[in-house]
């Protein structure tokens, strides 16, 4: 089995940033791609970004293209998610997620095999 914990959510202003942190544990071996989602209240989940295992197949939704960083360290078992310029529609809890050893498809929610709890960001205008 696998265990995803995350953290590095908090209360942030409009423009400003933060660093979230998921760790993964138990049988990381079989982790390889992994990704980020969150969800709004009200909204559905959605997807954020995506990075294969070895950090050089990154993708990213629109809405945070150019401001959010997806990047991780194997040596650790650990991947983050760097947000600048916050908006106050970034607003939601943040999860991240793996879909399992060799998964290519699309990373969707209902794809994801392993999820972490999750970490609110709030941010204020």
């Known amino acids: 089995q696998v265990q995803l914990v995350e953290s590095g959510g908090g209360l942030v202003q409009a423009g400003g940033s933060l660093r979230l942190s998921c760790a993964a544990s138990?049988?990381?071996?079989?982790?390889?791609?992994m990704g980020w989602f969150r969800q709004a209240p009200g909204k559905e989940r959605e997807f954020v970004a995506r990075?294969?295992?070895?950090?050089?197949?990154?993708s990213y939704a629109d809405s945070v293209k150019g401001r959010f960083t997806i990047s991780r360290d194997n040596a650790k078992n650990t991947v983050y998610l760097q947000m600048n310029s916050l908006k106050p529609e970034d607003t939601a809890v943040y999860y991240c997620?793996?879909?399992?050893?060799?998964?290519?498809?699309?990373?969707?929610?209902?794809?994801?095999?392993?999820w972490g709890q999750g970490t609110q960001v709030t941010v204020s205008s």
């Open positions: 997620a793996a879909p399992g050893a060799y998964y290519s498809g699309t990373y969707s929610p209902g794809s994801m095999k392993y």
């Open positions: 138990g049988r990381t071996f079989s982790i390889y791609g």
């Open positions: 990075i294969n295992w070895g950090g050089g197949i990154i």
